[in-house]
């Protein structure tokens, strides 16, 4: 495809493909209907929600948030249906957004940097072969308006023990991304010394006999739009005083990603979806959380914490440790650190896995911007790879950030 591709072309509502032959055992064809709106899909969204895979990053609340709040102006929104040619039966809907780049276009999941995974919402279980998931996805890539690549993220192995089928696809390769997290079983009072590593456990039990003496300790959970608001403004507040420390960015210094948060956790007040905790020592708020939760999974998407309150504990870390107990105690039973390799993660005894991506250049523009894209993460792996350099890094990366305030 030339670059002359790149032109942008009107897109309807809904664009039917050629059906896409695929060479599995069941010789299944697959065909794709191509949306511009979450509304023509939200009856089939919803209903594979409440009933087929979907996790709770394409919860239909989530991905709104993202199209209405933190799409760019400029941005497409493309939601592709893909049926089983035979039946004309729904069989997976793929949330993506086309977007200009420099010098180019590029399809992206529906993320804006507020989805940790990216997965199809399927509407069922039933297993899915490599053959399969080729066919479905020449029938997602065959209604897609013009474009130079493609990159789609934070793609994982499975979702709910269902093989993913983006993570099946021949263009599909492992990322620098890991994402780490721990079994919740048993007990909940005996859970952190049973799962976690046992020099946490026994920093955890310090840390909250330190918070108890200082005036009681409490996990609170926000239940009102009122407490809501309190939290994630601690949240917000603690976040980014935290981040200007270390001169870092941090997404929360947007407001349209400060509006989408806020909403979504006074959305989730009503179903459980979405749900922030504040852990409390006396009257004082110490850290705040924001978690998603779906199918006995709790997520953890944003931690705030006031570092310099007390010396030599940690309200992060009690923080999660308490709500591992909190989620076991209503029958959670995985508790996901979400993406990034931090040392604490590790120190809590979380099991990683590497997330896999796909850089798939479609003209000539795209593959030069691919080959950019896959030498910078050659080159964060080599530094990653090596603690003093990657310190060395940080430190220049954090100065520069600070003459630049």
Known sequence: ???????????????PSAPAASADTSERVYTARLHTSLEAVKPLWLEWQANGICTAHQ????AEGIATRLMPKSAE??????????????????????????????????????CDYSAPLLADASPWTRQGAEAAWAAVCSVLPPVDRIHIAGIPQQVFGVANPLALLSATRDSIQVTS????????????????????????????????????????????????????????ELRLKRFR?????????????????????????SDGSVRLFGLRVGQAWLASMLVLARKGTLHGIL?????????????????????MMWG?????????????????????????????????????????????ILYRSRAERYVRLRPRLLK?????????RRLKD
């Open 1 to 15: 495809m030339s670059s002359q591709a790149m032109r942008m072309a009107p897109i309807s509502a809904a664009q």
């Open 59 to 62: 919860h239909y609340a989530w």
């Open 77 to 114: 929104l493309l939601v592709v249906e893909v049926s089983d040619a035979a039946t004309g039966e729904p069989k997976m809907l793929v949330p993506l957004m086309r977007r200009r780049a420099y010098r180019h276009y590029v399809v992206e999941w529906l993320s804006c940097g507020v």
């Open 181 to 236: 997290g721990l079994v919740l079983h048993g007990d909940p009072e005996g859970l952190i010394k049973r799962i976690c590593r046992p020099s946490f456990a026994k920093d955890f039990r310090k840390h909250c006999r330190r918070f108890e003496q200082l005036g009681g300790l409490s996990l609170v959970e926000a239940d009102t739009p009122a407490l809501t608001e309190e939290l994630f403004g601690t949240l917000l």
């Open 245 to 269: 420390e270390l001169a870092r960015f941090d997404l929360l210094t947007r407001q349209s990603a400060v509006d989408f948060y806020l909403n979504a956790a006074l959305q989730g007040l």
């Open 303 to 323: 931690l705030a914490i006031d570092k310099d309150a007390v010396a030599n504990v940690s309200p992060g870390l009690t923080t999660i440790g308490k709500l």
């Open 328 to 372: 076991r105690e209503r029958g959670f039973d995985y508790f996901d650190l979400s993406v990034g390799g931090q040392g604490y993660k590790e120190h809590i005894g979380a099991a990683n896995s590497v997330l896999s991506e796909i850089c798939e250049p479609m003209t000539l523009r795209g593959w030069g911007a691919n080959a950019a």
């Open 392 to 400: 060395a890094v940080q430190s220049v990366a954090r100065g520069l």
